[in-house]
């Protein structure tokens, strides 16, 4: 609106300037909506997509390795003369791929969260209609569905070739069932890890550095002493010890669960009942993570 006075003359006829703007009268989707798009958008971003083509480099290089060293595992069971199994089984895999795993998660979770920090987006998450639990689960649950799709997929590799090859389908159906559930359960772990290292920094490096510190140096700590403890005859020890690292604890959770052949020193995983207490200890690791997440997005979202 605009009025004009000309000296002492009455003022102009006040003017109405149509500029254009009006009110939305589309559907109002809701925090539901908003909590799907934040979940696919954060999914679709761990492995570049929708992003720069530099985005898109690491992760489909170490999902690309991953689901070569599966196929590589295939070719040479299904090469190999009266082979009736892999040379390798589908709970230890992810074990033995483990760096990579390390190496997605400290690439990807700084990146699902440390950008909205440094960027103070968070807030204008806020602003809409999500709150900090829509936030906060939208991003674990995509954390934990990209490393769950990183380890799962050379799982289906592994599994099809095994199929293929006419191994027994029994086995390969009960050994690949395990697999999934050991891989779902370090996805959660690994995931919910990885994003409560990441949200304490606005800095991409700082959260790279350190997952891949936290991850690496507390497997190579906890390995170590249980080598110590095998070599001294402490091997009674060897399974407590490994509560203290994200790796050994799941590698003892599938051990005690699913059948899996254990990594620990002398082969010596933890028995049902230690079996209970690695369980446990997963769970109360995620729902730390998740309580941590809340607890931090309550004072980073003011």
Same mark, same amino acid.
């Given at each position: 609106?605009?009025?004009?006075?000309?000296?002492?003359?009455?003022?102009?006829?006040?003017?109405?300037?149509?500029?254009?703007?009006?009110?939305?009268?589309?559907?109002?989707?809701?925090?539901?909506?908003?909590?799907?798009?934040?979940?696919?958008?954060?999914?679709?971003?761990?492995?570049?997509?929708?992003?720069?083509?530099?985005?898109?480099?690491?992760?489909?290089?170490?999902?690309?390795?991953?689901?070569?060293?599966?196929?590589?595992?295939?070719?040479?069971?299904?090469?190999?003369?009266?082979?009736?199994?892999?040379?390798?089984?589908?709970?230890?895999?992810?074990?033995?791929?483990?760096?990579?795993?390390?190496?997605?998660?400290?690439?990807?979770?700084?990146?699902?969260?440390?950008?909205?920090?440094?960027?103070?987006?968070?807030?204008?998450?806020?602003?809409?209609?999500?709150?900090?639990?829509?936030?906060?689960?939208?991003?674990?649950?995509?954390?934990?569905?990209?490393?769950?799709?990183?380890?799962?997929?050379?799982?289906?590799?592994?599994?099809?070739?095994?199929?293929?090859?006419?191994?027994?389908?029994?086995?390969?159906?009960? #050994?690949?069932?395990? %697999?999934?559930?050991? *891989?779902? $359960? =370090?996805? &959660? !772990?690994?995931?919910?890890? +990885?994003?409560?290292?990441?949200?304490?920094?606005?800095?991409?490096?700082?959260?790279?550095?350190?997952?891949?510190?936290?991850?690496?140096?507390?497997?190579?700590?906890?390995?170590?002493?249980?080598?110590?403890?095998?070599?001294?005859?402490?091997?009674?020890?060897?399974?407590?010890?490994?509560?203290?690292?994200?790796?050994?604890?799941?590698?003892?959770?599938?051990?005690?669960?699913?059948?899996?052949?254990?990594?620990?020193?002398?082969?010596? #995983?933890?028995?049902? %009942?230690?079996?209970? *207490?690695? $369980? =446990?200890? &997963? !769970?109360?690791?995620?729902? +730390?993570?998740?309580?941590?997440?809340?607890?931090?997005?309550?004072?980073?979202?003011?």
């Amino acid at each position: 609106m605009s009025t004009h006075t000309h000296g002492g003359r009455t003022p102009e006829a006040t003017r109405i300037h149509n500029i254009g703007y009006r009110h939305y009268d589309g559907p109002r989707l809701g925090r539901a909506y908003a909590r799907r798009s934040l979940y696919s958008q954060s999914l679709r971003g761990a492995f570049g997509l929708g992003r720069s083509a530099k985005s898109k480099v690491l992760p489909m290089i170490l999902l690309g390795v991953m689901c070569l060293v599966a196929a590589i595992i295939v070719a040479v069971a299904v090469a190999t003369p009266n082979m009736t199994d892999l040379p390798l089984e589908y709970t230890r895999y992810a074990i033995v791929m483990q760096a990579l795993i390390t190496l997605f998660l400290a690439a990807q979770a700084p990146q699902s969260v440390s950008r909205d920090l440094r960027f103070k987006s968070v807030p204008l998450y806020f602003s809409r209609p999500i709150e900090r639990v829509d936030y906060v689960l939208a991003k674990f649950a995509a954390m934990a569905s990209a490393v769950f799709l990183l380890t799962a997929t050379p799982l289906v590799i592994l599994y099809l070739g095994a199929l293929l090859a006419k191994f027994d389908f029994a086995d390969q159906t009960k #050994g690949f069932a395990q %697999g999934m559930v050991s *891989v779902a $359960l =370090l996805s &959660v !772990l690994f995931g919910g890890i +990885g994003l409560v290292l990441a949200a304490f920094t606005p800095r991409r490096g700082f959260g790279v550095a350190a997952v891949i510190a936290t991850m690496t140096i507390t497997y190579g700590a906890v390995s170590t002493v249980q080598a110590i403890a095998w070599e001294t005859g402490s091997s009674g020890a060897i399974q407590w010890l490994g509560l203290f690292s994200p790796v050994t604890v799941i590698d003892g959770v599938q051990t005690a669960f699913l059948g899996a052949t254990s990594a620990f020193p002398g082969g010596e #995983g933890p028995g049902t %009942g230690a079996g209970v *207490v690695y $369980l =446990l200890v &997963v !769970l109360a690791l995620v729902a +730390g993570s998740y309580g941590v997440l809340m607890r931090r997005y309550r004072k980073v979202g003011l």
